[in-house]
């Protein structure tokens, strides 16, 4: 059975960091997408980076250069660094992974997972300014 464990969320100031990790328990696939996805209060659930099993990266406009998404493929780890924290990056932070195989490209990002697709309980971020 696979269980993906979201750690690392907590309160921060502006301009500080947070790193983010998903332990990917059960989690076999040699053709995956990951990603890391979040909800502002409030708000519709959005993607934030993503990464494929090639090492293809992607990123939302608002986080690129300041946030990394990178895998342990030893640990069977997802990580998030986010570095340069705005009050606007507070949410429910999600680590996200597909069920089946999954072609490389932006679309996990911008469209979103599947509906049969792997979610972790989330980990929240707070980000004051």
């Known amino acids: 059975q696979v269980q993906l464990v979201e750690s690392g969320g907590g309160s921060v100031q502006a301009g500080g960091s947070l790193r983010l990790s998903c332990a990917a328990s059960?989690?076999?696939?040699?053709?995956?997408?990951m990603g890391w996805f979040r909800q502002p209060p409030g708000k519709e659930r959005e993607g934030v980076a993503t990464i494929h099993s090639d090492g293809s990266t992607y990123y939302a406009d608002s986080v690129k250069g300041r946030f990394t998404i990178s895998k342990d493929n030893a640990k069977n780890t997802l990580y998030l660094q986010m570095n340069s924290l705005k009050p606007e990056d507070t949410g429910m932070y999600y680590c996200?992974?597909?069920?089946?195989?999954?072609?490389?490209?932006?679309?996990?990002?911008?469209?979103?997972?599947?509906?049969?697709?792997?979610w972790g309980q989330g980990t929240q971020v707070t980000v004051s300014s």
């Open positions: 996200a992974a597909t069920k089946y195989d999954c072609y490389s490209g932006s679309w996990y990002l911008d469209d979103g997972p599947p509906p049969d697709n792997y």
């Open positions: 059960g989690y076999t696939s040699s053709r995956y997408c």
